[in-house]
């Protein structure tokens, strides 16, 4: 597959008055790309986010997800909003998981009242997800912007590009990597986790028999393990969901970290950050530590991933279009 290496060029980004990061960047993304084309564009999507907060609270870390399955499948362009069959959001990944569809529709028709035809679907999931972390409790950033849509949506790259909660440490690692992201934007990326939800069929081969073993998950925590084989028995209705950061679900926080240090990640894709034998010599367990008593360390390393994650492979130019409805491209 492709692979991002126009991420790599310099650029320095002036984050907070105390923070400068010096990014990995293309970028023809800028922070004022819509300034004078849509001057209220920022305040429009936080009202939205806003309003789809109120309305239920999961769909800051729904919309989260969005972005990032977003950007792995031909990076950030708006591919997995497109509908259709063979789509991204038929992939194995997304087919009865991604949600948050209804609300950037929403929110996209509300962007086009105020300014139409100019602002990007992509750009829409990139502002709807930064807010939804500030939204939750957590940190914020600027947030590039002027990618444009892309034209094709594909399941095939969205089945193997997307990270699967069965996979290996290294292979995570590994998809990452594809997409230019290092060990330290798996780590940090993953503490997205300290929001939302995960359903039983993502995690309930961990609990009875796992790997053949005839017992649940030796790294999963006895009372954890009890409470997931009580909601996701054997034949049980696998569409049951709990939350992944079981000790403050719904605020974005460093708990997800301290979690993997008590055995209680609820995918084995989390808890292998800490627990697995490749933890040590790839150097997740030593970041999980970190973050699990940092969460400055894990805020500041979660906006430079945001921002890296954000800039894969992003639709400049000529190329691609302004969707007009971020679910079909325009005839
Ligand atoms: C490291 C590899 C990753 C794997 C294997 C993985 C896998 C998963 C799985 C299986 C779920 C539950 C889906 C369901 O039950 O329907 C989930 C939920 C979620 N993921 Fe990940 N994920 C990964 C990385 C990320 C990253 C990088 C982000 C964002 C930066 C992210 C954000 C989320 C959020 C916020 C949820 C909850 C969504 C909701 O409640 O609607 N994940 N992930
Ligand atoms: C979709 O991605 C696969 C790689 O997984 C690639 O072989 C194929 O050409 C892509 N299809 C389109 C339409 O881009
Ligand atoms: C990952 O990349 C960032 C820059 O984007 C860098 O600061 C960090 O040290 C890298 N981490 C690893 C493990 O290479
Ligand atoms: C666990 O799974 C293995 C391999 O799939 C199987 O041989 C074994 O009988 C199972 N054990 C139990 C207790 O179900
Ligand atoms: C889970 O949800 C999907 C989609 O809503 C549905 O097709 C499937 O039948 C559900 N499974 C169960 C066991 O309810
Ligand atoms: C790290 O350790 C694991 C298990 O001990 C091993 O399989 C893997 O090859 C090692 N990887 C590296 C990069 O040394």
């Given at each position: 597959m492709k692979r991002?290496?126009?991420i790599f060029s310099s650029g320095c980004l002036r984050l907070t008055t105390v923070l400068m990061l010096c990014l990995a960047s293309s970028s023809q993304l800028t922070t004022d790309f819509y300034a004078m084309s849509c001057p209220n564009l920022l305040k429009i999507v936080r009202k939205e986010v806003q309003n789809a907060i109120k309305a239920e609270t999961r769909i800051a870390a729904s919309l989260l997800r969005l972005h990032f399955h977003d950007c792995f499948v031909n990076g950030c362009d708006g591919s997995v909003l497109l509908d259709g069959s063979n789509g991204e959001k038929f992939s194995l990944p997304n087919i009865n998981s991604a949600r948050g569809f209804e609300v950037i529709d929403t929110i996209k028709s509300s962007v086009e009242s105020a300014c139409n035809g100019v602002v990007s679907c992509s750009d829409i999931l990139a502002i709807a997800a930064r807010d939804s972390v500030l939204l939750s409790g957590g940190p914020t950033w600027k947030v590039l912007l002027g990618?444009?849509?892309g034209l094709?949506?594909?399941?095939?790259?969205s089945n193997s590009a997307l990270p699967s909660p069965f996979d290996t440490l290294d292979v995570i690692i590994s998809?990452?990597?594809n997409?230019?992201?290092n060990i330290t934007d798996v780590v940090s990326l993953s503490g997205a986790h300290t929001i939302g939800q995960a359903k039983c069929a993502t995690f309930s081969n961990r609990l009875f028999n796992f790997s053949g073993t005839g017992a649940p998950d030796s790294t999963l925590e006895t009372n954890t393990a009890t409470n997931l084989q009580n909601l996701c028995p054997v034949n049980g209705d696998d569409n049951k969901t709990t939350f992944l950061d079981q000790n403050?679900?719904?605020l974005f926080d460093n708990h997800y970290f301290q979690?993997?240090?008590n055995g209680k990640g609820i995918l084995s894709s989390d808890q292998i950050l800490f627990s697995s034998d490749?933890?040590?010599n790839t150097t997740t367990k030593v970041l999980v530590q970190q973050y699990s008593i940092n969460s400055g360390l894990f805020f500041g390393n979660f906006v430079n991933s945001m921002i890296k994650m954000g800039n894969i492979s992003p639709v400049t130019g000529s190329n691609g279009e302004i969707r007009k409805n971020c679910r079909v491209v325009n005839s």
């Open positions: 991002s290496s126009n990618r444009r849509d094709v949506a594909n399941q095939t790259l998809k990452f990597a997409v230019g992201l403050s679900a719904d979690n993997l240090l490749e933890a040590v």
